[in-house]
């Protein structure tokens, strides 16, 4: 599977924008981009994903590089309820067994907001 | 919906007991996985099923078992519980989308210290 580099830890001031990057160099061309975050003592939940174009939704966008060996997550404004680990998490598209539902994690970036 | 629920919230074992972790989800979803995460750590997959009857083993199988008899309820059993299974567990769901076009739903999470 390839694999995802992420900073160890971020901050961001409250209501300013944050960036996340995410380094998937060997990705191939049928994988999904995934992003879930962990909120303290929480599970995780499902933040954002994309192949090749940027999205948008409630939560964040993703922006995905032209040669998608990297993406960025943007949180627009960042609020302390945006304190989490955010997890970067390549899916490959052509998975059709049991084993393609599983979601491999690392160790995630975990993001700070400042008050 | 409530979504997927787990019980107990925490619990605390003698070695060599036996125990199980209940996980159920109101979303008629296919797909249940069972993950543990230990201190600083992502999480990583112990047994997953994609419907009922249908289990298979993750990353991490060894000292448990699962079985799925409804869509609903996905029971994780420690079978002689040591001190090496302290940890925090998630049960998680989804619609059977394969390749990677699935979200997974995380329960709130099992705290297991076992003495």
């Given at each position: 599977d390839a694999k995802t580099t992420q900073p160890n830890s971020m901050e961001s001031n409250e209501e300013e924008p944050v960036h996340l990057p995410c380094n998937h160099s060997t990705i191939s061309g049928t994988d999904y981009i995934h992003w879930y975050r962990q909120l303290p003592?929480?599970?995780?939940?499902?933040?954002?994903?994309?192949?090749t174009s940027n999205?948008?939704?409630?939560?964040?966008?993703?922006?995905?590089?032209?040669d998608r060996k990297s993406s960025t997550l943007i949180l627009h404004r960042a609020t302390l309820r945006d304190a989490?680990?955010?997890?970067?998490?390549?899916r490959d598209v052509r998975g059709s067994g049991a084993g393609?539902?599983?979601?491999?994690?690392?160790?995630?970036?975990?993001?700070?907001?400042?008050? | 919906n409530a979504g997927v629920t787990q019980t107990p919230k925490f619990q605390v074992l003698k070695t060599g007991q036996s125990m199980t972790l209940q996980c159920a989800q109101d979303m008629n979803h296919e797909y249940m996985s069972w993950y543990r995460q230990d201190p600083g750590m992502g999480l990583r997959l112990i047994h997953y099923s994609v419907g009922a009857g249908i289990?298979?083993?993750?990353?991490?199988?060894?000292?448990?078992?699962?079985?799925?008899s409804t869509t609903e309820d996905f029971p994780l059993r420690l079978l002689s519980a040591a001190p090496s299974q302290t940890s925090v567990y998630f049960c998680a769901s989804s619609y059977r989308l394969a390749g990677g076009r699935d979200t997974q739903?995380?329960?709130?999470?099992?705290?297991?210290?076992?003495?």
């Open positions: 003592s929480q599970g995780p939940e499902y933040v954002i994903h994309g192949l999205v948008n939704n409630r939560m964040a966008s993703l922006a995905i590089a032209e989490a680990v955010y997890y970067c998490i390549l393609s539902y599983q979601l491999t994690f690392g160790k995630g970036t975990k993001l700070s907001v400042i008050p | 289990t298979d083993q993750g990353e991490v199988p060894n000292g448990y078992n699962v079985s799925r739903y995380f329960g709130p999470g099992t705290r297991l210290t076992v003495l």
